[in-house]
């Protein structure tokens, strides 16, 4: 088998980072169902100072890099204390071939001694996807392979239900700007309630990102969300697994 390719191999593009673990909460059970790791800088710089200095010619280097720095940083912060899964976000065009390039992540994840089956790969594009053959490849290899995927800002530019109508991940994540306000939005409502009906149908789960207020909260309870993720159950820890609180106070668990 081939252990990688050029762009998996590429040297002299060292990125000095480290990852923030936001929760992923399934408020059912009250506990964390997945953690998100989220690039920082190493000093805990934003991931805009990051991914800034992102080029076509280094993004190779920098998705292998987020893929080891998320696996290792949550090992160090105690996630193999928990179930919960771990989601990292990866670049599609910073993957040559699904084979080859996910063979550090394995290697990292056998190293540390976190179950690859506890893994689940977020995509999302900031510009359209010109090649969806090439996604959906990378989409059915992870599966093959026994990991989870997940289209990131669904609703957002062009992560919508052209992709969805192309290939089926195992979760989606709602775009922040859908959910935003939407307990005082009729529209926002219809719409999230309709793309619930559809991921059903087609046997994805939805997770709603970008939860702020008690209100948005339990609009999407009402419409039937069951995994939330957003400032109000708990901010991003750097180099940390936070803790979580639900607002109904019900519930104050660490992962």
């Not at 480290?18 to 997945?34: L, N, S």
């Not at 992102?54 to 893929?67: G, L």
Request: charged share 20%; aromatic share 8%; glycine share 10%.
């Amino acid at each position: 088998m081939q252990l990688g390719c050029q762009g998996c191999r590429s040297e002299g593009h060292a990125f000095d980072i480290a990852m923030a673990f936001q929760p992923i909460v399934d408020v059912e059970t009250g506990r964390t169902f997945a953690f998100e790791a989220l690039v920082r800088g190493s000093n805990g710089e934003g991931a805009g100072e990051v991914l800034a200095r992102v080029t076509p010619e280094n993004r190779y280097a920098f998705d292998q890099q987020c893929r080891v720095a998320a696996i290792e940083g949550a090992v160090a912060a105690g996630i193999l204390e928990t179930d919960a899964r771990l989601s990292i976000n990866f670049l599609p065009n910073a993957v040559y071939s699904p084979v080859a390039c996910i063979q550090l992540t394995l290697k990292t994840a056998r190293a540390t001694g976190f179950p690859s089956d506890r893994l689940i790969f977020e995509f999302t594009e900031n510009e359209q996807i010109a090649d969806t053959d090439h996604v959906e490849n990378i989409i059915n290899t992870y599966r093959q392979m026994g990991f989870a995927t997940a289209i990131d800002d669904f609703g957002a530019g062009h992560a919508g239900l052209g992709l969805l109508a192309k290939f089926q991940t195992d979760f989606i994540k709602l775009d922040m700007e859908l959910v935003r306000g939407i307990d005082a939005s009729l529209p926002r409502r219809m719409i999230v309630a309709g793309v619930i009906r559809i991921a059903e149908s087609l046997g994805i789960t939805v997770i709603a990102e970008g939860i702020e207020t008690c209100a948005e909260f339990d609009a999407l309870r009402d419409i039937g969300v069951r995994y939330i993720q957003g400032y109000l159950l708990a901010r991003p820890g750097f180099k940390s697994l936070p803790g979580i609180t639900l607002p109904n106070e019900r519930y104050t668990a660490v992962a």
